[in-house]
């Protein structure tokens, strides 16, 4: 099993950035997929981007393409979402999840979930 804990939210401006980090503890690191998700109130929880778990292969959502990137450091227990040129539309409490599966990207493959960190984005 492994624990996740967020942190790196916050209150910004359009255009600005932000770096979240998550934190694991438990199981080795490396052997998990992670994962960053989203959810605005009212909305469904929406995949944002994935890493391999050697930080090989990353997805991302066509919605932040361009704009985050993920990365992780095996070594430190941590992930990464790096989040340049953030709009309105990107605020919601951002989930950093880990996964056993190769390549997951949907909510359901995702078996470990942090608790969330807010980030909202002022026009």
């Known amino acids: 099993q492994v624990q996740l804990v967020e942190s790196g939210g916050g209150l910004v401006q359009a255009g600005d950035s932000l770096r979240l980090s998550c934190a694991a503890s438990?199981?080795?690191?490396?052997?998990?997929?992670m994962g960053w998700f989203r959810q605005a109130p009212g909305k469904e929880r929406e995949f944002v981007s994935a890493?391999?778990?050697?930080?090989?292969?990353?997805y991302y959502a066509d919605s932040v393409k361009g704009r985050f990137t993920i990365s992780r450091d095996n070594a430190k227990n941590t992930v990464y979402l790096q989040m340049n040129s953030l709009k309105p539309e990107d605020t919601a409490v951002y989930y950093c999840?880990?996964?056993?599966?190769?390549?997951?990207?949907?909510?359901?493959?995702?078996?470990?979930w942090g608790q969330g960190t807010q980030v909202t984005v002022s026009s």
């Open positions: 999840a880990a996964s056993n599966t190769i390549g997951a990207i949907s909510v359901g493959q995702f078996e470990y």
């Open positions: 438990g199981r080795t690191f490396s052997s998990y997929t």
């Open positions: 890493i391999s778990r050697l930080g090989g292969r990353t």
